[in-house]
Structure formats: C-alpha cells, structure tokens
C-alpha cells in the first residue's frame, strides 16, 4: 500500500526540532545577567595592606584609590598624584559622591595617607575607609 500525499507531509515535518526558540532565550537570559552585573572598577596596581581585626566588608558602589610603596596615587590605573584626587572624585560623582576606600601599602608615610584623606573630604566624600585584610 501506498502512503498518502499527506502522510508522506507530515512525515517531513517531524523530522528535526527547531532550536530558534531556545536560543532566543539564550539570547535574552544572556542579555539580561550582563546588564544586571555590577562593573567594579579596580585601582589597577597590588598593594600590601596592612591587617585589622574590625575589617568589614563595604558595598558595591565606591571609589577605590591606591597608594603605593612608591609614594603614586593610583585611580583606574592612573597615577593621579594627590592632587587628583580631588579632580577624580568630581569626574566619578555627578551628584552624590560615592564613598572612597584608600588602598594604602604598609610602607606609605602617614603624611601622604592623610593628604589623600583630606583631598577626598574637599572633594566632597561622604565617608573615607582605608581597606585592610582581615586577620
């Protein structure tokens, strides 16, 4: 017996699943966890920091400036010098100024720690942290 022109049809469509459907919501799942990802900028050069046992973690949303052993005030990888700092931290807040964590190296003076500090407060800082490692 002959198969019918419309079993032989059908027979054509069920041979393959189609994957459209899937990668779109490959596609829109990809989309939507990079823009939900939270970008952290890094200072851009590896500090020593000293340790402290009341270390806690902060949020997300600062603004991380280094200063090396060498004595340079790095800000995304810029050596910005301490009067940068200033300027950096206008550029970065448009309207409210984030909070600032000073990465200092254990070898840096407590003079150019300070000006940093204060640099940032006229800047207009809300509050100025210096990371540490936890013990």
Same mark, same amino acid.
């Given at each position: 017996m ?6 032989? =049809?059908?027979e ?14 490959? &596609?829109?799942?990809?989309? &939507?966890f990079?823009?939900?990802?939270? &970008?952290?900028?890094?200072?851009? +050069? ?5 340790q402290a ?8 949303q600062?603004?991380?400036i280094?200063?090396?052993s ?10 910005i010098g ?16 984030p909070p600032?964590?000073v990465?200092?190296?254990k070898q840096v003076p407590?003079? =150019?720690l300070?000006? +940093? ?19």
């Amino acid at each position: 017996m002959k198969p019918s022109l419309h079993q032989r =049809l059908e027979e054509t469509h069920q041979t393959g699943i189609d994957l459209s459907p899937l990668l779109d919501v490959v &596609f829109i799942l990809l989309i &939507f966890f990079i823009v939900t990802t939270v &970008f952290v900028r890094e200072t851009g +050069v590896e500090v020593d920091k000293p340790q402290a046992v009341s270390s806690e973690q902060l949020q997300k949303q600062v603004m991380l400036i280094a200063i090396t052993s060498a004595g340079e005030v790095m800000y995304d990888g810029t050596n910005i010098g301490v009067a940068g700092v200033r300027a950096a931290l206008a550029q970065q807040s448009r309207t409210e100024p984030p909070p600032v964590v000073v990465q200092a190296d254990k070898q840096v003076p407590t003079q =150019l720690l300070v000006e +940093v500090i204060d640099e940032a407060k006229l800047g207009g800082a809300t509050s100025v942290n210096i990371a540490t490692q936890s013990r």
